[in-house]
């Protein structure tokens, strides 16, 4: 009973991590349309509403799970009798505060998920949004492994950057992969134009992310291992390398994007007629491959937070 227990809360734990990040995808593009007013930018706002809506309510239901599911597992009693636990976890434990937490930023998530925007009005509600994400995402880092020395510490910082992060990166590769970049280039000049500005932008986001997480990375392994006699050989090591190489492998892709097939797609995005193959059907392929290892990443991520690291013992 209690693997399948375990494997309950690391799927919880998944889906809402995955949640979030096309949360913060969706809010990131959002963010990128400012100002933009051709057909393809004022199309894709209603379907990131719509994408940001579903993933709000994932997100509720998952964070709600994770909480049932914790006080199940610290009172030690079947997850149909957590009731009078969650009341008492919310109430008495700093997981329970830490969770009211973010349980308030997703409200504000929802709200500004919920509202009308155009493209021009975008950036004042998306910034909020992004911002409540952020501080959702800190909620979590303190109830992490990082956590254990207190809620303002360096160990805390550096889980919370890369959770953004990683955040980021799976977001909006989702994100352009399913939503923006799906279909066809526009053939109207200035939704062509306006879909290279988006390319740049994801791909630059993406660039910077990246170095950031193997930075952030490194410091947080070297904290939860403590030396490198404990780099393999225990359960922590294992996720831990499956995930660098899950995390490598993405990042393969995302340079083959960025440096051979981007500059074909920019030159052809850039000719006012829409001429040859589309080259955005080729960088969307690439998208989706790295989207599922990406998938891969996020549940190897709720695996190893759920894993006690050898400096635990």
């Not at 991590?17 to 051709?38: D, E, K, Q």
């Not at 909620?139 to 910082?157: M, P």
Request: aromatic share 6%; charged share 10%.
């Amino acid at each position: 009973m209690e693997p399948d227990f375990a494997l309950v809360q690391r799927a919880a734990t998944a889906v809402l991590n995955l949640s979030v990040a096309t949360l913060v995808g969706a809010g990131a593009a959002t963010l990128w349309l400012r100002g933009a007013s051709s057909a393809w930018a004022t199309n894709m706002l209603p379907r990131l509403r719509k994408a940001m809506l579903a993933c709000v309510v994932a997100a509720m239901a998952a964070y709600l799970g994770v909480l049932w599911l914790e006080a199940a597992s610290m009172a030690e009693v079947p997850v149909t009798e957590a009731f009078p636990a969650v009341q008492a976890v919310i109430t008495a434990t700093h997981f329970g505060y830490a969770w009211m937490l973010g349980a308030a930023a997703l409200v504000v998530v929802a709200i500004t998920a919920a509202l009308r925007l155009n493209a021009v009005a975008a950036s004042p509600a998306t910034v909020i949004r992004l911002a409540a994400l952020g501080l959702f995402l800190y909620s979590r880092s303190i109830v992490s492994h990082a956590g254990a020395s207190g809620d303002f510490t360096w160990a805390v910082a550096v889980d919370w950057v890369h959770l953004v992060l990683i955040s980021v990166w799976v977001g909006e590769v989702i994100v352009a992969g399913l939503i923006t970049l799906r279909g066809e280039a526009p053939h109207e000049p200035d939704g062509r134009v306006e879909v290279a500005r988006y390319v740049e932008a994801l791909s630059n986001s993406a660039t910077i992310a990246l170095i950031g997480i193997f930075a952030t990375g490194v410091l947080s392994a070297w904290r939860g291992l403590g030396s490198l006699d404990n780099a393999v050989g225990n359960p922590y090591a294992t996720a831990l390398l499956i995930k660098v190489a899950l995390v490598l492998c993405a990042a393969a892709l995302g340079g083959l994007n960025r440096f051979v097939v981007m500059p074909a797609l920019l030159a052809q995005l850039r000719i006012k007629a829409a001429t040859g193959q589309d080259a955005t059907q080729k960088f969307a392929r690439i998208l989706h491959v790295e989207a599922i290892i990406l998938l891969a990443v996020i549940i190897t991520a709720a695996v190893l937070s759920s894993t006690p690291p050898p400096t635990a013992s």
